[in-house]
């Protein structure tokens, strides 16, 4: 994909200009970070439409440009490539995501895909596919940093050797994640990428959630439930009707999904909503 037919409209979907990103800084990729998490929700819709997608970056990028998102292989895969074309020094790499505490550690799966950036004498982690997490860059060093309400922690991996480990916020969504420092490519992502949005053991596959992180605190729609999180502040809403859940998916997330039909809109609607119901008999089950 040529230079000039992406970047310019990437930097305009993210609000930015590219007059002020002409030259790499490590104060540039912290303002790029942190549109990218405003402005480019992680989200799984497309499993619900019944679309499949890939680990290319391009295809991701030309969702992004139509105004919609995607999960971490998808916005990570296309903001380094968007951060390659305005001259960072970006590597990817794999990584896995521990679920909750109770469970193990998968190790550096390529369930998740990370990146550092080499920029300004330091090494930065950039993570623009958690949804719920990262704000703006880490350095690679081992400590806590506070970004909003939230406190990460990076630390050496226990279980990656080399590696190095991710732990979340205890209000987060997951656990931590484990990463590798070797160099990857798209290609060492596809088949965890095609495992997660076709598994019906997958959560992707099984409920659809939309989230989206702001300077203090986490929008997140599971399912027909919007919850936002401030600090210590959790509030919940739940979506009874067609019109409610597309309008959250609009004023909260920004996605209008104006490229559907009104037959895929209501069939959308029915698929979540009867995964929805779904999830929640299971977790019922499971509580009893």
């Known amino acids: 994909m040529p230079f000039e037919s992406f970047v310019e409209p990437y930097l305009l979907r993210l609000g930015l200009s590219l007059d002020k990103h002409r030259t790499p800084s490590a104060a540039g990729l912290r303002a790029l970070h942190r549109a990218h998490i405003e402005r480019v929700p992680w989200e799984t819709l497309e499993v619900h439409l019944g679309r499949p997608t890939t680990v290319d ?50 190790g550096a799966t390529g369930g998740h895909l990370v990146l550092t950036v080499d920029c300004d004498g330091q090494t930065w982690v950039v993570d623009v596919g958690f949804g719920e997490a990262l704000y703006e860059p880490m350095p690679l060093r081992a400590g806590s940093y506070r970004q909003g309400p939230f406190t990460y922690r990076l630390r050496p991996s226990q279980v990656e050797p080399g590696g190095w480990r991710f732990d979340h916020d205890e209000r987060g969504d997951f656990a931590g994640m484990d990463f590798t420092l070797e160099p990857a490519a798209p290609a060492d992502f596809a088949e965890q990428h095609a495992a997660t949005f076709t598994s019906p053991d997958s959560r992707l596959v099984r409920i659809a959630s939309v ?69 929640q008999a299971s977790r019922a089950e499971q509580s009893a």
């Open 57 to 106: 970056p391009h295809e991701a990028i030309v969702r992004i440009l139509r105004g919609r998102g995607g999960c971490c292989h998808h916005l990570n895969g296309a903001f380094a490539t968007l951060l390659t074309a305005l001259g960072y020094d970006v590597t990817w790499h794999r990584g896995g995501v521990q679920s909750d505490t109770d469970s193990q550690p998968p």
């Open 211 to 279: 989230m989206r992180r702001r300077a203090n605190g986490v929008d997140h729609l599971r399912g027909c439930v919007l919850s936002s999180t401030d600090g210590t502040d959790r509030t919940q809403r739940a979506l009874t009707t067609a019109d409610d859940w597309f309008g959250a998916l609009a004023g909260t997330f920004g996605i209008t999904l104006a490229e559907i039909d009104p037959a895929e809109r209501t069939a959308l609607w029915e698929k979540v909503r009867a995964a929805h119901t779904a999830w």
